[in-house]
């Protein structure tokens, strides 16, 4: 059978799909600031978590000048860097990447991708980003309040989060997990949009098999979310109960510094379980968006269709499925029953063979093709190289017995920046350059964007390559600083002073991207209509950039799947998914219509 | 071209950083060198699929960068490469997980004949208490902690009399003798690890936890707390000393027993602290405790 | 039809995958609100099945003193089977185009509503001046927990009833609320199978 038939009558049917109730802005409140509109809630998500994302790079900042210098900067005390870790870690992992890839690429590419006008629910959806909004107030609140915010560490365990040993066992505690449970809320409320979303807006021909990979990332990381989260949801609402009212849920009979508390019979670990039970999938909820993401970068730029696109569907929700049986390897030196880890180690292993198999696609599409080494492919590559230097070490800490030496040492804190810190950040910068033209209508610049990709690439991987050996080594993760020890060497300290050099450097690299970004938005050339060629639907809007309603009078058909690229006997190097069959222009040659 | 040379020098340069940076394990002191060698195991399989992902990557970026009018190869699925990709993956898989578990399996079986002996962990130290004469560790209960009674022993059972409570950062321990640690926590979560003997564990107060090993090698080697614990987390750190059994036995000879140190207090062993209710008021400790 | 089934097509061969959802963009012949509300249903049985694990973990810790049940409990688990047979009816008259049965269904739901979280305020105030503070007992702490998460469930679903009702004594037509009282019934008879559920895990232990 010919991969595509030129020419042949499509078999779908030419009916209308019904109009949704568009929701129309009145005012400019209600079109800027109060908006249905999921592309300028898309864009408030942004900007909200990119923005609360650079506090949380300045406290890393701060972290590395302790570890990388621990004598010269007094400044910093030991609560304080454990507050920092905290607020970092958690700022990091949920307000900026959850937010930024769901709420914000979520939200603008869902309904363009899948030929919608909008999200099903508009007004819920808006709600969900005033929700998020207030959380990060809550969350930045705690910075102010007596005794400051939490420091026990982005996993919240208690007891320790809520006596008095530790930093922001107070105030701060408690407002950290009054802005989760308001995340979590507002998330729930996006999260129902996207996913009924793509179950039931898509437009005709649309059939699932036919979205762009983005979209199944997506969609498979909100269902994740919205099976998570409660997990979460619960572990705070209990925490908050034991430390206002004075409730056993966690809390064992102890002492805290001197004194008996009152607390009996709760138990530390069901929190820990709760805890990964959302915190493994959470891994995901980052991930996959950016697989998905990645994937539609790498083909576009490769001029080259996604190689095993059915393996692509079937590894994210497998690896979906999967990524809730798997949470305990977290906990393998927790003090839970031991012999969980036979289970948790082979269920965490066989993980990554469908994980591998993406990795491997991503490569093989790149096999063959026609590559373009734009900007968003560099930051593709990049994607792919730490994705992979970060998988495989994750398989050193599923393996349950080298778990054991290396759990909560600098090898985690290595293994985890990799896979979900800069990995998935490269994704973002790339599918910020890749769509910017289609967002703001310009062409960002060039020369910038590899100076950024190569400062941020090669830097990070510079700093959290060599971390991994301090690991090996016996180096805690948390700790404010070393002091004696007898078993590292002088070198280690010479080592984090590199490092956090290095931090630094790529830290303000960043200026680069930011400074292009608003440079551009006036500046920049004018983009003409789908500068990439790329042939899903959001390139394909009447009004470029894709104004309200995102399509005109008609919404687009579907003929097809949209990695119709370098197709044999079309004309053109690319086939957008709405191209009528037999408007498809062919080169006349002999078998032209390919058979 | 500058993206191919970036990829193998990535490669070339991550082994090399591999092979001669001077940071790695320290020279292990117990019997788990198994799990060194699964890390070899592991490191040999992933480095593998690491180096030959990248030089690939490194080779399709060099043949198929972009030339303008060609056209990439339309080929949307290969089943026969991706079931062989997913087979040799498996493969990779079960080379390293097969020996990780029957290492596990090790890990969490403690031998015959291992002795006992109890860390206990709070804010920010170590004690440690071993069985005595009887060879049998007595019960204990946070609510018996006082000044008087710092670990908790429960002063009506007969087996706790003869407990060494050893209350400085210094431990010892005998050499080649598998010793199964108890792990007791009397405030938030702390973690027991040495370096040098490649086993931790979380300690969880109101439970007791474990792990066996063996030392074997002697010295002095640093404890360090491995599970945040507050604002002096970095500060938990102590030492043990392994040494021969007759050095050993001396050392423990001057350690004193629970009923010694009670003697010296004079006193039964306590009301216990003052109990505080989570409100801040000050209640008395007593029967209502459940345990 | 299934999610799955569409899995195995091969996108790249066209006409082959104009599968059923190619003429109604979607994979459920059900109006939007209805699967919003469903997957919404979906999250909060997760939600309350946690807890119910975590009530199951620590229950078998020594300290656990069981907690009497207030006769009260009875008569407010009446009152909200009640309300949920009243929006039954209200929807069957949505159904029948009978706008005096939906009016009728509606309030009686209401105020059978009302009673019930009137109902529960009142054991929680029985159940303190006995003596069984949530943090005496782990026991107590569930109670109150599951029954305030309950109730903000049910607060939340009457903010759907009361514009539910709005509509309906704005005079809109049994068709244009079929939908409302329709969503506003599945949820009641949801939070009435929570209620039944964790009320007979306090009774059971
Ligand atoms: C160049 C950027 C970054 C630098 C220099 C950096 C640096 C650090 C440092 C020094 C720590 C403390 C390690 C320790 O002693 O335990 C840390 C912790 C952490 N970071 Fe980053 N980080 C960066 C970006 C990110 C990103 C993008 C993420 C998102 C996943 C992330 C997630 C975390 C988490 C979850 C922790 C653990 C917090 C905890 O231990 O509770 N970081 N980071
Ligand atoms: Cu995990
Ligand atoms: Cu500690």
């Known amino acids: ?595 | 071209m500058v993206v191919v040379y970036a990829l193998i020098l990535v490669a070339v340069g991550t082994v090399a950083f591999h092979i001669f940076s001077p940071w790695w394990s320290t020279e292990i002191a117990s019997n788990w060198g198994y799990i060194d060698t699964t890390i070899d195991i592991t490191f040999w399989v992933t480095g593998v699929v690491f180096i030959a992902v990248m030089l690939f990557m490194a080779y399709c970026v060099w043949r198929y960068r972009y030339k303008a009018g060609r056209r990439a190869a339309y080929e949307p699925e290969n089943t026969k490469m991706e079931l062989w990709l997913t087979g040799l993956t498996t493969v990779g898989v079960i080379v390293m997980l097969t020996p990780g578990l029957f290492v596990w399996n090790d890990f969490v079986t403690v031998p015959e004949g291992a002795a006992e002996f109890e860390v206990m962990g709070q804010q920010w130290q170590w004690s440690y208490r071993f069985p005595g004469k009887d060879g049998v560790l007595g019960t204990t209960d946070v609510r018996k902690i006082s000044d008087e009674n710092p670990f908790g022993l429960n002063p009506d059972d007969p087996n706790g009399k003869d407990d060494v409570l050893v209350e400085g950062d210094e431990l010892h321990l005998p050499l080649d003798q598998p010793v199964k640690v108890l792990l007791r926590s009397i405030d938030v979560l702390h973690d027991f690890y040495v370096p040098e003997f490649r086993a931790k564990m979380d300690l969880v107060p109101g439970q007791v936890t474990y792990f066996w090993f063996t030392p074997i090698r002697t010295g002095t080697f640093d404890i360090l707390c491995f599970e945040l614990c507050g604002v002096g987390h970095h500060t938990m750190r102590g030492k043990v000393v392994i040494e021969e059994e007759s050095a050993y036995k001396a050392w423990l000879e001057k350690q004193p027993t629970f009923a010694k140190s009670m003697a010296k207090a004079g006193t039964g062993g306590g009301d216990g602290l003052k109990l505080v209710s989570s409100g801040g008021e000050a209640v008395t400790a007593g029967g209502e405790s459940a345990r | 039809m299934g999610f799955l089934a569409h899995l195995t097509e091969k996108p790249w061969l066209e006409g082959e995958s104009q599968g059923v959802d190619t003429d109604g963009g979607g994979i459920f012949s059900l109006p939007t609100p209805q699967i919003g509300l469903r997957v919404f249903l979906i999250v909060a049985t997760v939600l309350f099945t946690l807890f119910i694990v975590a009530y199951t973990d620590r229950m078998v810790v020594a300290d656990w003193r069981p907690m009497p049940e207030p006769w009260l409990l009875w008569v407010n688990t009446a009152l909200l089977i009640a309300s949920s047979v009243a929006l039954h009816g209200a929807w069957v008259g949505a159904d029948r185009g009978r706008i005096d049965d939906v009016r009728a269904g509606l309030y009686a739901a209401g105020v059978f509503a009302f009673a019930f979280l009137a109902g529960q305020i009142l054991a929680w105030q029985q159940l303190v001046a006995m003596g069984y503070f949530a943090a005496s007992n782990p026991a107590n702490a569930f109670f109150y927990l599951f029954t305030a998460l309950h109730a903000l469930h049910l607060l939340g679903g009457l903010v759907a009833w009361g514009r539910t009702t709005a509509k309906v004594r704005r005079g809109l037509a049994p068709g244009q609320v079929h939908l409302s009282v329709e969503l506003c019934a599945i949820y009641w008879h949801f939070l009435l199978v929570v209620w039944l559920v964790l009320f007979g895990l306090l009774l059971l232990t």
């Open chain 1, 1 to 595: 059978m010919a991969y595509v038939a030129p020419g042949e009558t499509s078999l779908v049917p030419p009916a209308e799909v019904a109009e949704v109730d568009l929701y129309h802005a009145k005012s400019w409140i209600t079109k800027y600031v109060f908006s249905q509109d999921a592309k300028v809630i898309a864009i408030q998500y942004a900007f909200t978590a990119i923005a609360i994302g650079l506090v949380a790079l300045v406290l890393s900042w701060l972290m590395r000048l302790q570890l990388g210098f621990p004598d010269t900067f007094s400044i910093i005390e030991p609560s304080q860097y454990y507050q920092f870790i905290t607020m970092h870690g958690m700022i990091m992992v949920i307000y900026l990447l959850t937010a930024l890839f769901l709420g914000g690429f979520g939200n603008y590419l869902i309904p363009l991708m899948v030929g919608a006008r909008d999200m099903v629910f508009p007004f819920v959806n808006m709600v969900s980003y005033w929700v998020y909004l207030l959380a990060v107030l809550v969350l930045i609140a705690s910075f102010f309040v007596p005794g400051g915010p939490t420091g026990a560490g982005w996993t919240l365990y208690p007891p320790q989060s809520i006596t008095a040993g530790t930093p922001g066992s107070e105030g701060g505690i408690v407002l950290m997990l009054v802005s989760l449970a308001l995340f979590i809320v507002g998330f729930t409320m996006g999260g129902l949009n996207y996913v009924v979303t793509v179950l039931q807006a898509r437009t005709r021909g649309m059939s699932l098999m036919r979205m762009p990979l983005t979209v199944w990332g997506i969609f498979i990381a909100t269902i994740l979310a919205l099976l998570a989260f409660p997990a979460l949801f619960v572990g705070a609402v209990m925490m908050t109960l034991d430390k206002l009212l004075g409730t056993s849920f966690f809390m064992p009979a102890m002492i805290s510094l001197g004194e008996q508390l009152e607390y009996d019979g709760g138990n530390p670990l069901l929190f820990q379980h709760l805890f990964w039970f959302f915190g493994h999938p959470e891994v995901y909820i980052v991930a996959l968006p950016a697989f998905g993401i990645v994937s539609d970068l790498i083909s576009v730029h490769a001029r080259r269709n996604i190689f095993g696109y059915r393996m692509m569907v079937w590894a994210l929700v497998a690896i979906g499925a999967l990524s809730f049986i798997v949470w305990a390897h977290h906990m393998y030196v927790s003090g839970m029953n031991p012999w969980f880890g036979f289970f948790f180690a082979t269920t965490t292993l066989i993980i990554a063979i469908p994980t591998a198999l993406k990795v491997y696609n991503w490569t093989l599409t790149l096999w063959k093709g026609n590559i373009q080494l734009t900007v968003p492919m560099l930051f593709a590559i990049g994607f792919i190289v730490t994705f992979l230097n970060g998988g495989i070490t994750g398989l050193f800490l599923g393996n349950v017995v080298v778990d054991v030496p290396l759990s909560d040492t600098m090898f985690v804190v290595a293994h985890f920046h990799m896979v979900m810190g800069v990995a998935p950040l490269m994704v973002i910068f790339g599918a910020i350059y890749h769509w910017y033209p289609l967002i703001t209508g310009r062409m960002y610049d060039e020369a910038l964007g590899q100076i950024h990709f190569w400062v941020t690439f090669v830097g990070a991987y510079t700093i959290f390559l060599p971390i991994h050996y301090l690991g090996f080594l016996g180096v805690p993760r948390r700790y404010f600083e070393m002091g004696d020890t007898s078993f590292i060497p002088e070198s280690a300290a010479t080592l984090n002073a590199f490092v956090t050099v290095v931090a630094l450097i790529v830290g303000f690299a960043q200026l680069v991207f930011f400074y292009n970004m608003a440079r551009s938005y006036t500046k920049g050339k004018i983009a003409g209509r789908n500068p990439w060629k790329a042939n899903s639907l959001e390139w394909q809007t009447e009004e470029f950039p894709p104004g309200h309603g995102n399509f005109g009078a008609t919404l687009p058909l579907v003929y097809r799947w949209p990695y119709s690229y370098g197709v044999p006997g079309v004309a053109e190097d690319y086939l957008p998914q709405n191209v009528p069959p037999d408007e498809v222009v062919t080169d006349e040659g002999p078998g032209a219509s390919g058979a």
